[in-house]
Protein backbone atom coordinates (compact mmCIF):
# COMPACT_ATOMS: atom_id res chain seq x y z
CA UNK A 1 0.00 0.00 0.00
CA UNK A 2 1.24 3.63 -0.50
CA UNK A 3 2.05 5.55 2.21
CA UNK A 4 3.86 8.90 3.46
CA UNK A 5 6.24 8.35 6.54
CA UNK A 6 8.22 10.31 8.78
CA UNK A 7 11.31 10.13 10.73
CA UNK A 8 12.56 10.39 13.25
CA UNK A 9 8.91 10.16 15.10
CA UNK A 10 10.44 12.32 17.84
CA UNK A 11 13.74 14.11 18.41
CA UNK A 12 15.07 16.60 21.25
CA UNK A 13 18.08 18.84 19.88
CA UNK A 14 19.68 21.94 21.48
CA UNK A 15 19.39 25.88 20.51
CA UNK A 16 21.44 26.76 17.82
CA UNK A 17 21.83 23.27 16.05
CA UNK A 18 21.04 22.40 12.50
CA UNK A 19 17.45 19.86 12.00
CA UNK A 20 16.48 17.89 9.65
CA UNK A 21 13.00 16.21 9.44
CA UNK A 22 12.42 13.32 6.73
CA UNK A 23 9.73 12.87 4.67
CA UNK A 24 8.97 10.26 1.98
CA UNK A 25 6.15 9.43 0.49
CA UNK A 26 5.14 6.48 -2.16
CA UNK A 27 1.71 7.71 -3.71
CA UNK A 28 3.76 9.39 -6.25
CA UNK A 29 2.42 12.37 -5.77
CA UNK A 30 3.37 15.63 -7.37
CA UNK A 31 2.40 18.00 -4.36
CA UNK A 32 4.05 17.85 -0.80
CA UNK A 33 3.55 20.11 1.98
CA UNK A 34 4.95 20.55 5.58
CA UNK A 35 3.11 21.64 8.54
CA UNK A 36 3.49 22.89 12.17
CA UNK A 37 1.03 22.00 14.74
CA UNK A 38 0.62 23.94 17.92
CA UNK A 39 -1.85 24.47 20.56
CA UNK A 40 -4.16 27.53 19.32
CA UNK A 41 -2.85 27.59 16.28
CA UNK A 42 -4.20 24.43 14.39
CA UNK A 43 -2.12 23.53 11.36
CA UNK A 44 -0.20 25.97 9.51
CA UNK A 45 1.54 25.47 6.02
CA UNK A 46 5.68 26.20 6.18
CA UNK A 47 6.36 24.92 2.64
CA UNK A 48 5.30 22.92 -0.36
CA UNK A 49 6.30 21.81 -3.45
CA UNK A 50 4.49 21.41 -6.47
CA UNK A 51 7.17 19.22 -8.11
CA UNK A 52 11.09 18.22 -8.73
CA UNK A 53 13.02 21.28 -7.74
CA UNK A 54 10.02 23.36 -7.17
CA UNK A 55 9.92 24.82 -3.46
CA UNK A 56 7.23 27.35 -2.15
CA UNK A 57 7.28 29.54 1.01
CA UNK A 58 4.12 28.92 3.00
CA UNK A 59 2.90 31.22 5.80
CA UNK A 60 5.38 30.57 8.86
CA UNK A 61 8.70 29.65 6.66
CA UNK A 62 11.42 31.78 8.35
CA UNK A 63 14.10 29.47 9.57
CA UNK A 64 13.20 26.86 8.21
CA UNK A 65 14.06 25.28 4.18
CA UNK A 66 13.26 22.52 1.85
CA UNK A 67 14.58 21.16 -1.31
CA UNK A 68 12.60 18.32 -3.69
CA UNK A 69 15.73 16.28 -5.73
CA UNK A 70 13.19 13.60 -6.25
CA UNK A 71 9.07 12.77 -6.31
CA UNK A 72 9.05 11.11 -2.88
CA UNK A 73 11.03 13.28 -0.60
CA UNK A 74 10.58 16.56 0.87
CA UNK A 75 12.96 17.01 3.72
CA UNK A 76 12.69 19.72 6.43
CA UNK A 77 15.65 21.84 7.14
CA UNK A 78 15.52 24.16 10.62
CA UNK A 79 18.61 26.25 9.73
CA UNK A 80 19.37 27.03 13.58
CA UNK A 81 17.38 25.62 15.64
CA UNK A 82 14.89 27.70 18.22
CA UNK A 83 12.58 26.96 21.29
CA UNK A 84 9.85 29.02 19.34
CA UNK A 85 10.30 25.62 16.45
CA UNK A 86 9.25 23.00 19.45
CA UNK A 87 6.31 21.69 17.54
CA UNK A 88 4.67 18.84 15.82
CA UNK A 89 5.67 18.93 12.12
CA UNK A 90 3.51 17.03 9.96
CA UNK A 91 4.12 16.32 6.12
CA UNK A 92 1.47 15.76 3.67
CA UNK A 93 1.12 15.25 -0.15
CA UNK A 94 -1.65 15.04 -2.87
CA UNK A 95 -2.21 14.96 -6.21
CA UNK A 96 -1.29 17.29 -9.09
CA UNK A 97 -4.29 19.79 -9.62
CA UNK A 98 -7.31 20.62 -7.36
CA UNK A 99 -6.76 19.19 -4.22
CA UNK A 100 -9.69 16.81 -3.72
CA UNK A 101 -7.02 14.50 -0.57
CA UNK A 102 -4.71 15.08 1.24
CA UNK A 103 -2.64 12.65 3.08
CA UNK A 104 -0.51 12.93 6.46
CA UNK A 105 2.10 11.33 7.58
CA UNK A 106 2.42 10.10 11.29
CA UNK A 107 3.93 13.68 12.29
CA UNK A 108 7.22 14.60 14.28
CA UNK A 109 7.21 15.62 17.78
CA UNK A 110 10.19 17.75 18.06
CA UNK A 111 11.46 19.50 21.39
CA UNK A 112 14.18 22.08 21.15
CA UNK A 113 16.07 23.00 24.52
CA UNK B 1 -8.71 36.40 4.18
CA UNK B 2 -9.60 32.72 3.87
CA UNK B 3 -10.47 31.61 7.23
CA UNK B 4 -11.99 28.13 8.99
CA UNK B 5 -14.06 28.92 12.05
CA UNK B 6 -14.81 25.60 14.41
CA UNK B 7 -16.70 26.87 17.12
CA UNK B 8 -16.95 24.19 19.24
CA UNK B 9 -13.77 23.29 21.37
CA UNK B 10 -15.46 20.03 22.83
CA UNK B 11 -18.11 17.88 22.35
CA UNK B 12 -19.39 15.16 24.09
CA UNK B 13 -21.71 12.22 22.86
CA UNK B 14 -23.20 8.97 23.78
CA UNK B 15 -22.13 5.61 22.27
CA UNK B 16 -24.59 5.12 19.09
CA UNK B 17 -25.84 8.28 19.07
CA UNK B 18 -24.90 10.77 15.94
CA UNK B 19 -23.28 13.49 16.47
CA UNK B 20 -22.86 16.96 14.71
CA UNK B 21 -19.55 19.20 14.31
CA UNK B 22 -19.56 22.06 13.42
CA UNK B 23 -17.46 24.43 10.68
CA UNK B 24 -17.83 27.52 9.07
CA UNK B 25 -15.62 29.07 6.76
CA UNK B 26 -14.84 32.49 4.80
CA UNK B 27 -13.55 32.68 1.27
CA UNK B 28 -13.53 34.51 -1.77
CA UNK B 29 -13.09 32.03 -4.53
CA UNK B 30 -15.13 30.78 -6.35
CA UNK B 31 -14.09 27.58 -6.38
CA UNK B 32 -12.77 25.77 -3.02
CA UNK B 33 -13.21 22.28 -1.46
CA UNK B 34 -13.72 21.34 2.39
CA UNK B 35 -12.12 18.19 4.09
CA UNK B 36 -12.55 16.87 7.60
CA UNK B 37 -9.40 15.22 9.44
CA UNK B 38 -9.49 12.81 12.33
CA UNK B 39 -6.39 13.30 14.86
CA UNK B 40 -6.88 10.71 17.27
CA UNK B 41 -4.72 10.54 20.41
CA UNK B 42 -1.91 8.79 18.83
CA UNK B 43 -1.58 11.64 16.50
CA UNK B 44 -1.55 11.29 13.09
CA UNK B 45 -3.95 12.97 10.64
CA UNK B 46 -6.69 10.84 8.95
CA UNK B 47 -8.55 12.24 5.90
CA UNK B 48 -12.00 11.53 5.98
CA UNK B 49 -14.22 12.94 4.11
CA UNK B 50 -13.98 15.97 0.88
CA UNK B 51 -16.78 17.89 -0.57
CA UNK B 52 -16.38 20.60 -3.66
CA UNK B 53 -17.77 24.03 -3.49
CA UNK B 54 -19.40 22.92 -7.23
CA UNK B 55 -20.68 19.40 -5.73
CA UNK B 56 -24.73 19.50 -5.84
CA UNK B 57 -24.95 16.38 -3.53
CA UNK B 58 -23.06 16.58 -0.08
CA UNK B 59 -20.22 13.96 0.15
CA UNK B 60 -20.29 10.83 2.25
CA UNK B 61 -18.21 7.92 3.81
CA UNK B 62 -19.46 5.13 5.40
CA UNK B 63 -20.86 6.64 8.72
CA UNK B 64 -19.44 10.37 7.97
CA UNK B 65 -21.28 12.57 5.63
CA UNK B 66 -20.81 16.36 5.41
CA UNK B 67 -23.84 18.91 6.05
CA UNK B 68 -22.74 21.45 3.11
CA UNK B 69 -24.67 24.70 2.88
CA UNK B 70 -23.03 27.09 0.30
CA UNK B 71 -25.85 29.97 1.69
CA UNK B 72 -24.53 29.64 5.31
CA UNK B 73 -20.82 28.63 4.63
CA UNK B 74 -21.45 25.70 6.48
CA UNK B 75 -19.55 22.22 6.18
CA UNK B 76 -20.52 20.36 9.09
CA UNK B 77 -19.71 16.86 9.89
CA UNK B 78 -22.10 14.10 10.58
CA UNK B 79 -21.07 10.96 12.67
CA UNK B 80 -23.93 8.17 12.98
CA UNK B 81 -23.90 5.84 15.54
CA UNK B 82 -20.76 7.08 17.30
CA UNK B 83 -18.19 4.41 18.19
CA UNK B 84 -15.95 4.61 21.38
CA UNK B 85 -13.59 5.10 18.91
CA UNK B 86 -13.97 8.55 17.29
CA UNK B 87 -13.20 9.68 20.32
CA UNK B 88 -10.70 12.14 18.90
CA UNK B 89 -9.71 15.63 17.49
CA UNK B 90 -11.46 16.65 14.53
CA UNK B 91 -10.21 19.24 12.39
CA UNK B 92 -12.04 21.07 9.20
CA UNK B 93 -10.00 22.21 6.14
CA UNK B 94 -10.62 24.13 3.14
CA UNK B 95 -8.50 24.23 0.18
CA UNK B 96 -7.51 28.08 -0.49
CA UNK B 97 -5.91 29.95 -3.72
CA UNK B 98 -2.53 31.11 -1.96
CA UNK B 99 -0.03 33.14 -3.96
CA UNK B 100 0.59 32.59 -7.52
CA UNK B 101 -2.08 30.69 -8.19
CA UNK B 102 -1.04 27.86 -6.07
CA UNK B 103 -3.40 25.91 -3.27
CA UNK B 104 -3.07 25.37 0.28
CA UNK B 105 -5.09 23.52 2.88
CA UNK B 106 -6.32 26.07 5.91
CA UNK B 107 -6.98 24.47 9.07
CA UNK B 108 -9.73 25.42 12.07
CA UNK B 109 -8.34 24.86 15.40
CA UNK B 110 -10.25 21.56 15.70
CA UNK B 111 -13.02 19.94 17.72
CA UNK B 112 -12.36 17.08 20.66
CA UNK B 113 -15.11 14.81 20.61
CA UNK B 114 -14.96 12.22 23.22
CA UNK B 115 -17.71 8.56 22.87
CA UNK B 116 -19.19 7.93 26.09
CA UNK B 117 -20.00 4.78 26.78
Known amino acids: DAEITQSPRHKITETGRQVTLACHQT?????MFWYRQDLGHGLRLIHY???????NKGEVSDGYSVSRSNTEDLPLTLESAASSQTSVYFC????????????FGQGTRLTVV | AQKITQTQPGMFVQEKEAVTLDCTYD???????LFWYKQPSSGEMIFLIY??????QNATEGRYSLNFQKARKSANLVISASQLGDSAMYFC??????????????FGKGTKLTVNP
Open chain 1, 92 to 103: ASSESGLVTEAF
Open chain 1, 27 to 31: WNHNN
Open chain 1, 49 to 55: SYGVQDT
Open chain 2, 27 to 33: TSDPSYG
Open chain 2, 51 to 56: QGSYDQ
Open chain 2, 93 to 106: AMRALWKGGSEKLV
